[in-house]
């Protein structure tokens, strides 16, 4: 089985670059302000640049305005957007994208009612519960929460790094990992040797399957 790699929250050129040469299937910017790992339209349309053919570019948004999503891509070219708010369905299918919905999850039963919610997502991405934040949290929550049954693409996010995400993938069996502060040596600056570290368990545990 192949589990796919998203990497998320950069903000460097170079950082692209290493993601992508190592294999990664998408790359994420954050268009969040509140977030360290945040980008200005500029730096988001300089490092869209960067990003080949058959490397998926996400667009990270938290409860924005239709204009702010509209502006962002009018500018830099996402091929999917990821909503991590209160979003509805129908506004996340407004904007004639694909979408990824995340959700933070706490309690048995919710990623099962999102599957039914978010039908036309293009994947769920489940992430750790915090009260406060969004995402990229950095912790990892109860995967036994996750159903094995899944009608779409689930991803697997939430304080994911090179020493848990084997282990995950076998207990998991995620369509992809997206994973930002478990290779970062800072908020939104990615470190080269945790990703290299990081795909190389990727591909290990892909491997031994
Ligand atoms: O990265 C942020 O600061 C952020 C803020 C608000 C919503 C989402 C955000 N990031 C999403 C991600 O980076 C990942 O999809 C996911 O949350 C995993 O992050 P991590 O636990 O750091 O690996």
Not at 39 to 55: C, D, G, I, Q
């Amino acid at each position: 089985m192949i589990t796919r790699v998203k990497i998320c929250g950069l903000t460097r050129p170079e950082d692209i670059n290493a993601a992508v040469s190592l294999g990664a299937d998408a790359v994420g910017l954050v268009f969040y302000q509140p977030s360290q790992r945040s980008v200005t339209l500029e730096r988001a349309h300089a490092l869209a640049r960067r990003v080949p053919a058959f490397v998926s570019l996400t667009g990270l948004f938290v409860n924005p305005e239709p204009e702010e999503v509209e502006r962002v891509l009018q500018t830099v070219p996402l091929d999917l957007l990821q909503f991590h708010g209160d979003e509805t369905p129908e506004f996340c299918a407004s904007f004639g994208r694909r979408w990824i919905k995340a959700i933070r999850v706490k309690e048995a039963g919710q990623v099962e009612q999102a599957f039914m919610d978010y039908s036309d997502a293009s994947g769920l991405l489940v992430d750790a519960w915090d009260p406060d934040r969004y995402g990229g949290t950095g912790r990892s929550f109860n995967w036994s929460l996750i159903p094995a049954e899944r009608p779409m693409p689930l991803i697997l996010a939430g304080g994911l790094s090179s020493a848990n995400v084997a282990g995950a993938i076998e207990q998991v069996r995620p369509w992809a990992v997206d994973v930002s502060g478990g290779v970062e040596s800072g908020k939104g600056v990615k470190d080269a040797s945790k990703l290299s570290e990081f795909f190389k368990e990727v591909r290990r545990v892909c491997k031994t399957d």
